[in-house]
């Protein structure tokens, strides 16, 4: 016996040009949905995960430091102002604050760095507790410094990459002519973290001849009130603070007037894909009249003729969600390259992340709107007269 599935297929199958241009508005239409909708999870969830990957949620610094800094030092300028260690000691007493950890940035010229020459940065930990502050980070060779005193540095893997050393090989702190022996070489983070130079704070210090920071990292307690500590933050004179949660929400907030716009793309993509559906249904329905005229003067009655045609729209949405979605994933590489070429900032990590609960999400929206679409065509098809149908009337 042939089931109303064979007979509504190969209804579809008689026009196989517009049955063809239906599915492709389908097909582009779950494409760009399931991939926005990727968009919006991945993007989300790497921006988290690059924030939770700084070890620290806010930053203290003096100002214009270190923002400001390399223009400042190409032009001939001061090049980076300091801050005291003891305002580290001082922030680390208040209760909101779990950790801290003070960071200097040293930037020197480097004439033998690309073309002219370039700016290299080192960055001085604490051995105490940056490593414990960033638990995450993992070596593709070595270790951390010996102590905190040591002439000794870790490479980020692009650094080291870039400059291509190894454990045990010496590196030359450019304009100061003081050798660092490579013990680790970090793997890849997908952060900044992947082109800095590491040192030990006292070592750089005495490098640098000074005895302060440039930078405090503060990791705040899970449930502390990360808005009261900012706010006594800002009360430092001479500092300016920088919060990685209001900067996450100023991002979203930009990528979130981006993703409307696309929402939008995608919402005319999929009602124009609908109208094409109600189209190719509607006027399979009135090519075949007569033939439904027949069915129901053979006893079919007008709830087997709305499934029958129901049917082919469920067919037509199914395949092309499928495909689309099927397309999305295959395409999702390509996907992630032209979103980071057109945002203003993209994190590290997968950008369009398309899993199998989002992709049946998906299907589930193609096939409902799609199934709605066709309410109509089948509701007029379940109209027929037999024998209007046969006189060839109405």
């Known amino acids: 016996m042939i089931s109303k599935f064979q ?33 919006n999870r991945g993007y989300e969830k790497a921006l988290n995960r690059d924030i939770d990957n700084m070890g620290y949620q806010v930053m203290v610094m003096a100002k214009g430091c270190p923002y400001e800094a390399a223009t400042m030092m190409l032009q001939g300028g001061a090049g980076l102002r300091y801050i005291e260690e003891n305002v580290a000691k001082s922030i680390e007493t208040r209760p909101e604050v779990d950790k801290v950890t003070p960071i200097l940035m040293q930037a020197f010229f480097d004439p033998n760095k690309g ?48 400059e291509q050393r190894d454990v045990g090989d010496l590196i030359l702190v450019p304009e100061k002519n003081v050798q ?12 900044q973290d992947d082109g800095t130079i590491f040192v030990p ?15 405090i990292g503060i990791k705040v307690k899970k449930d502390a009130d990360i808005t009261k500590l900012e706010a006594a ?21 930009l990528i979130a007037t981006a993703r409307v716009m696309v929402l939008s793309i995608a919402v005319i993509a999929l009602l124009i894909a609908m109208v094409g559906v109600v189209n190719t249904v509607l006027m399979s329905v009135l090519e075949r009249k007569h033939e439904i005229g027949i069915l129901k003067t053979m006893g079919a009655m007008p709830g087997d003729i709305f499934r029958l045609v129901w049917t082919e729209t469920l067919i037509l949405c ?5 495909a689309g979605i099927g397309l999305a994933l295959g395409f999702a590489r390509l996907s992630d390259l032209l979103v980071r070429r057109v945002l203003p900032y993209a994190p590290g990590g997968e950008l369009v992340a398309i899993d199998v609960r989002l992709a049946l999400l998906t299907l589930l929206i ?3 709107v799609g199934l709605l679409s066709g309410m109509y065509p089948a509701w007029k098809a379940g109209r027929i007269r037999p024998l209007d149908s046969i006189r060839g009337e109405g």
């Open 201 to 215: 704070l006292r070592t750089l210090q005495k490098i640098s001849a000074l005895d302060k920071i440039t930078t």
């Open 233 to 253: 933050l800002y009360q430092l004179p001479d500092m300016q603070v920088v919060s990685f949660s209001q900067v996450k929400q100023t991002i979203l907030k």
């Open 366 to 368: 193609i096939v409902a």
């Open 115 to 162: 073309d002219g020459g370039g700016i290299a940065g080192y960055f001085g930990v604490d051995l105490a507790t940056f490593p414990a502050m960033k638990p995450f980070l993992r070596f593709h060779k070595g270790g951390w410094f010996q102590d905190a005193t040591a002439a000794e540095a870790v490479m980020g893997y692009e650094a080291a990459e870039l």
């Open 7 to 39: 007979i509504a297929h190969k209804n579809l199958l008689r026009k196989k040009a517009r049955t063809l241009l239906t599915l492709v508005g389908i097909i582009l239409s779950s494409w760009v949905l399931v991939s926005l909708l990727g968009f």
């Open 318 to 322: 199914a395949c092309g969600g499928l």
């Open 180 to 191: 660092l022996k490579v013990v680790g070489i970090l793997e890849r983070t997908g952060t």
